[in-house]
Structure formats: structure tokens, C-alpha cells
T-cell receptor, first 113, second 112 residues
Framework: KAGVTQTPRYLIKTRGQQVTLSCSPISGHRSVSWYQQTPGQGLQFLFEYFSETQRNKGNFPGRFSGRQFSNSRSEMNVSTLELGDSALYLC????????????FGQGTRLTVV | AQSVTQLGSHVSVSEGALVLLRCNYSSSVPPYLFWYVQYPNQGLQLLLKYTSAATLVKGINGFEAEFKKSETSFHLTKPSAHMSDAAEYFCAVSDRDNDMRFGAGTRLTVKP
């Protein structure tokens, strides 16, 4: 069974631009969550989608948004990029039930210059 | 909101020595608890999870963790460290498995 696939692996953008990151979950998993990882703030929860609906949201500004498609693939969008958005963005795939645990992709390394 | 605290941002042990990474949670009810490991430039890999079935949880790579409600702790241990265990370890708490709150992480160094 294929793991969680995130594309692209690396990305360089300029301040003010927008970016879209993609995540393909494990087959059969209906829940996709996104996390931001930075040296200063650590791992922070962005949002979770389950069956195309946002089920939970972390404490991030509205510039961060996401969506999930009917095949469970998810995209995350960041508009008006700031230098502080430079981070490793991780996607986690799960069945969406309690206590099972989530499986992470390798992440997308975003650098904003 | 639930949270976890990892004591010690860096832990260094000699190869063959006991590994002990500390995690305390804040929750009024027993939560779902997890330990993940992250190798450089990689995502997170699930080591083990506590879901109230048993207080002593065994995971992959010889790691285990014990849930202690009286101490609100979920420390990760391994009897004998191996060089390949060098990585960053994260404790996480969740009330749904895909909405996790992570600790700050503990970087484990293993000396030859």
C-alpha cells in the first residue's frame, strides 16, 4: 500500500505570492490533516479535513486555507506569503477514527524569500 | 485544550545505555497519546500509541512507553540505545487521531 505522498518536496516562493501544496493520503483514508513545522514554533496543527469537510482548525490566519476532494486528496493554499511562512509543511493521513494514529508524508519544504 | 510537555530538548546517551524521553500531558480525562520519531528531512513515523487498552505500550524498534495516570506521564524508554536511534522524538496528544497537539520535541544523540 502506497504511503502518504506530498508534492512538491521543495518550493521557493517570493513574498506576496501564493502557493498550493498537495497531499495524497493512503488509499482508504478519509482524514487528512496539515501541520506546519518550524524551528521556533515546532509542530503546529493547521486544519483537518474529513470527507471533504473541514472538521477542525488550528490557530492560523485566514491566509492559510485548504480543501479536500472526493478522492480524499487534499490541497493547502497559503496566500500573500510572508517570510515567516518558511517551514516544513506536513500532511497526515488517517482513517479518521479515534486512537489509531496518523501516517505522515515526507513534507514540503517551503522557503519564502 | 489538551497539551503535552516534553522535558529536555536534548538527550545524549551512550550506545547500549538506557534511553528515557519524558512526556507529561495535561488532560482531565485519559487522552490518546502518541510517540513519533523524525529523522532528518523526513516526515514523522509513529512509534507507539496509548489508547487505554494497556498502560504499558510496546512499539517499533524496541521502544515502549508506560501510561501513568497518577503522574500524567507517558515516558518513552528503550533498554539499549543504538546509533540508528539518533533522531528527534515527539510526544503528541489527541482526542481525535488526526488532530494532534505535539510537544516541542526531544533530540536524541547516541554516542559511540
Amino acid at each position: 500500500k502506497a504511503g502518504v505522498t506530498q508534492t512538491p518536496r521543495y518550493l521557493i516562493k517570493t513574498r506576496g505570492q501564493q502557493v498550493t501544496l498537495s497531499c495524497s493520503p493512503i488509499s482508504g483514508h478519509r482524514s487528512v490533516s496539515w501541520y506546519q513545522q518550524t524551528p521556533g514554533q515546532g509542530l503546529q496543527f493547521l486544519f483537518e479535513y474529513f470527507s471533504e469537510t473541514q472538521r477542525n482548525k488550528g490557530n492560523f490566519p485566514g491566509r492559510f486555507s485548504g480543501r479536500q476532494f472526493s478522492n480524499s486528496r487534499s490541497e493547502m493554499n497559503v496566500s500573500t506569503l510572508e517570510l515567516g511562512d518558511s517551514a516544513l509543511y506536513l500532511c497526515a493521513s488517517s482513517l479518521g477514527q479515534q486512537g489509531i494514529g496518523a501516517f505522515f508524508g515526507q513534507g514540503t519544504r517551503l522557503t519564502v524569500v | 485544550a489538551q497539551s503535552v510537555t516534553q522535558l529536555g530538548s536534548h538527550v545524549s546517551v551512550s550506545e547500549g545505555a538506557l534511553v528515557l524521553l519524558r512526556c507529561n500531558y495535561s488532560s482531565s480525562v485519559p487522552p490518546y497519546l502518541f510517540w513519533y520519531v523524525q529523522y532528518p528531512n523526513q516526515g514523522l513515523q509513529l512509534l507507539l500509541k496509548y489508547t487505554s487498552a494497556a498502560t504499558l505500550v510496546k512499539g517499533i524498534n524496541g521502544f515502549e512507553a508506560e501510561f501513568k495516570k497518577s503522574e500524567t506521564s507517558f515516558h518513552l524508554t528503550k533498554p539499549s540505545a543504538h546509533m540508528s536511534d539518533a533522531a528527534e522524538y515527539f510526544c503528541a496528544v489527541s482526542d481525535r487521531d488526526n488532530d494532534m497537539r505535539f510537544g516541542a520535541g526531544t533530540r536524541l544523540t547516541v554516542k559511540p
